[in-house]
């Protein structure tokens, strides 16, 4: 099956930094997701961006599916920021949207 | 819009009871449905998925079964729970996707924390 894997695991910031968060995915994908999984365990949607770039706010996220990566952008971080970011993605070619999840990265932001 | 809704939000059962966790859905018809498990740690596992009442298709063999009796509503159940059952479990939705068309946007309710005692 196809294979998820995301980085960094951990990442410590401090309140304001900015910071880069990967994705890479080992198959063709018709769908890419990233979630916030905030600490009350709440799977927040972030984008849905199986291609191309887009924003909100201080985040922004790029997939470049020719190239099996996706990259989420978090600027000016702040302490509600904090949590497990997540990528799921569904192989191409599948038509019943089962999503497959990576490790997930550990984000704290520290005042 | 759309809402999807979880209960219990935490449940403590004993090894061998009975397990039933609800999923429903309001603002949308003809929604796929998903079961997802998170285990101590932060992988997401599907467990089951629907793409109609009484369709229901398993991911992964274990314990548990999930059953749709109406359109928007989810099931998720077992006869005799395990230690190992013990987890996250999160009720997700999707738009009907048809064909070879691009799936739609997940979405996913606030979770049911299952601990097996």
């Known amino acids: 099956g196809i294979q998820v894997e995301q980085s960094p695991p951990d990442l410590i910031l401090q309140e304001g930094a900015n910071s880069t968060l990967r994705c890479n995915f080992s198959?063709?994908?018709?769908?890419l997701q990233w979630f916030h999984q905030n600490p009350w365990g709440q799977l927040i949607n972030l984008f849905y961006?199986?291609?191309g770039t887009k924003q909100n706010g201080r985040l922004s996220a790029t997939t470049v599916a020719t190239e099996r990566y996706s990259l989420l952008y978090i600027s000016s971080s702040q302490t509600t920021d904090s949590g497990v970011y997540f990528c799921?993605?569904?192989?191409?070619?599948?038509?019943?949207?089962?999503?497959?999840f990576g490790t997930g990265t550990l984000l704290a932001v520290q005042p | 819009s759309q809402t999807i809704h979880q209960w219990p939000a935490t449940l403590v059962q004993p090894v061998g009871s009975p397990l039933s966790l609800e999923c429903t859905v309001e603002g949308t018809s003809n929604p796929n449905l998903y079961w997802y498990r998170q285990a101590a740690g932060r992988g997401l596992q599907l467990l089951f998925y629907?793409?109609?009442?009484?369709?229901i298709s398993s991911e992964v063999p274990q314990n548990l079964s999930a059953s749709r009796p109406q359109d928007r509503q989810f099931i998720l159940s077992s006869k005799k729970l395990l230690l190992s059952d013990s987890g996250f479990y999160l009720c997700?939705?999707?738009?009907?996707?048809?064909?070879?068309?691009?799936?739609?946007?997940?979405?996913f309710g606030p979770g049911t924390r299952l601990t097996v005692t």
């Open positions: 629907s793409v109609g009442i009484g369709q």
């Open positions: 961006i199986p291609s």
């Open positions: 799921a993605v569904e192989r191409d070619g599948g038509a019943t949207n089962k999503l497959i």
């Open positions: 997700a939705w999707s738009l009907r996707t048809s064909g070879r068309a691009t799936p739609h946007e997940q979405y």
């Open positions: 198959d063709s994908v018709n769908n």
